[in-house]
């Protein structure tokens, strides 16, 4: 088994990470664009959908809301706890009917049939952390899609400014007092981060060419039992569109989820995020501008994917 694989089944097991994971738009402001891009894509996406495959589901963002509109959807995820939460959150919701739970890794998708799935999605770079086999995942996911598919990565260049901004979070904290333990931390290391900040050319140059963020450090400390974060590969936007033309997808619209809320500072976010009416409008002009393919690769993390098959 490849590490990339073993690192993301340590982490993502870890016991309170489906708890951590429901939480993450209570505390995250690129979280709430993000999750409501996707779901106006979904929503907007559902003539002819009955079957729905979801490949590291996680607690259920998106495999919840699929089964709220009637689809039987299978919640696919390597990990158990994320699995449980997504179990209690569907009971909760009344849908535990239309949810088959299914644990696996997605570098396995023998045991589903070719064409098995009106719609096949995969959000929040599950693909990613499949490296180095992200193509050959991509490739059987199509495989199993009857009719669409719909996907979100996560981006080389949407990912870059991390090289040269360690407080890139703080923009998106949506409550600074907020209990949250990553919170607590961006919060108070903020001018540490700055002093003892750096900038290296040569390893945004690497970012840059190769795409993979992670490596021998993460195998380091996943050796000595820790579970560092996922070894991902980030892909370009050219880089996606191809594979999936090659892989048969068509009609191919790329977005970048996040791209217009990154040009505003923190305090001008929370105070659109907490006024009901300005959040859902500057949410639909979010939905627009992000789903401009010019700006796909500045997406927030994401590099978003909307194919037919
Ligand atoms: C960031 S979460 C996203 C969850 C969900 N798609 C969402 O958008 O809310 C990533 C999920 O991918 C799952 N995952 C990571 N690597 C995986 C793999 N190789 N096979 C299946 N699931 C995987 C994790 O357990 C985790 O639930």
Redesign the pocket.
């Given at each position: 088994m490849d590490y990339s694989?073993k690192i993301?089944e340590r982490l993502?097991n870890l016991p309170d990470k489906g708890e951590l994971?429901s939480r993450r738009e209570e505390t995250y402001i690129d979280d709430i664009v993000q999750k409501s891009h996707i779901e106006k894509e979904l929503l907007a996406h559902l003539d002819g959908v009955r079957t729905v495959f979801d490949?590291?589901?996680?607690?259920g963002?998106?495999s919840i809301l699929l089964a709220r509109q009637g689809c039987a959807v299978t919640h696919?995820?390597?990990?158990q706890s994320?699995i449980d939460k997504a179990r209690a959150l569907a009971a909760e919701a009344g849908v535990l009917d239309r949810i088959t739970f299914v644990k696996g890794?997605?570098?396995d998708l023998r045991g589903f049939k070719d064409r098995s799935f009106d719609l096949v999605m995969s959000?929040?770079?599950?693909i990613s952390?499949?490296y180095p086999n992200q193509e050959r995942v991509i490739s059987e996911l199509v495989r199993i899609g009857r009719k669409r598919l719909m996907l979100s990565v996560s981006s080389r260049l949407g990912s870059l400014p991390y090289a040269a901004n360690p407080i890139q979070k703080n923009q998106f904290i949506l409550d600074e007092s907020s209990g949250d333990a990553f919170v607590r931390w961006c919060v108070e290391n903020r001018t540490k981060s700055i002093e003892s900040f750096h900038f290296d050319k040569a390893t945004a140059m690497r970012w840059w060419t190769e795409g993979v963020m992670g490596g021998e450090g993460e195998i380091a400390e996943y050796e000595r039992g820790g579970a560092p974060w996922c070894i991902t590969y980030a892909f370009m936007p050219d880089e996606l569109e191809g594979m999936l033309r090659r892989h048969g997808v068509r009609d191919i619209h790329l977005a970048g989820p996040g791209a217009f809320a990154r040009t505003l500072p923190n305090e001008l976010l929370v105070k659109i995020m907490n006024d009901p009416e300005q959040r859902a409008e500057f949410l639909d002009f979010c939905h627009l501008y992000d789903a401009n393919p010019f700006v796909c690769g500045m997406g927030k993390d994401n590099l978003f994917a909307l194919g037919e098959l």
């Open positions: 694989q993301a993502w994971e490949g590291g589901a996680g607690c963002r998106f696919f995820d390597i990990s994320m890794a997605l570098e959000f929040d770079a599950p952390y499949t």
